[in-house]
């Protein structure tokens, strides 16, 4: 009865083990998390490479439903990934654009004021400014520093 029982226990469990469920790949995890990040408030990716972006992570989610752990899975996360990080790099660059234009326009107004309170073209200057690129490197694991 015992060895019955034993048997009927370690059937169950090896079921059990065939049955469970793979889950995903680092480059899926990394996708789904790059994804997630450029989707948060008061971030301003751009559309196209955003659309991109989810188009892929749905094909990578898809092909992992069906085949997990796949090369196509990895190679799929892997685009969306890379799509989501375009995104965010191209709405940024919109944003600084939109940024330098609108201090450019500040900056003319206020000339203009000056110019027109009297101050002479020549005691006009501008003493600088500069604009410099926000650089991170990835982690091993593919998370930004």
């Known amino acids: ?8 226990c370690a059937a169950v469990a090896i079921a059990g083990a065939g049955c ?6 680092p480059e899926l995890v990394t996708a789904r998390r790059a994804y997630a990040e450029a989707s948060q408030p008061g971030m301003y990716p751009a559309a196209a490479p955003m659309l991109d972006a989810q188009r892929a992570l749905n094909a990578a989610e898809y092909e992992h439903t069906y085949s997990p752990q796949s090369v ?4 799929l996360a892997y685009i969306a990934t890379r799509d989501a990080q375009i995104a965010m790099a191209q709405g940024e660059a919109d944003t600084a ?3 330098l234009d609108a201090d450019n326009k500040a900056m003319a107004d206020v000339i203009d004021a000056m110019k027109g309170s009297g101050v002479a073209v020549r005691d006009l200057q501008t003493s600088g400014l500069a604009i410099d690129p926000r650089y991170s ?3 091993p694991n593919g998370e930004q520093q």
């Open 137 to 139: 490197a990835a982690k």
């Open 1 to 8: 009865m015992r060895t019955t029982m034993w048997l009927a």
């Open 97 to 99: 654009r939109a940024a």
């Open 72 to 75: 196509r899975e990895r190679h």
């Open 20 to 25: 469970a469920s793979i889950g995903p790949s």
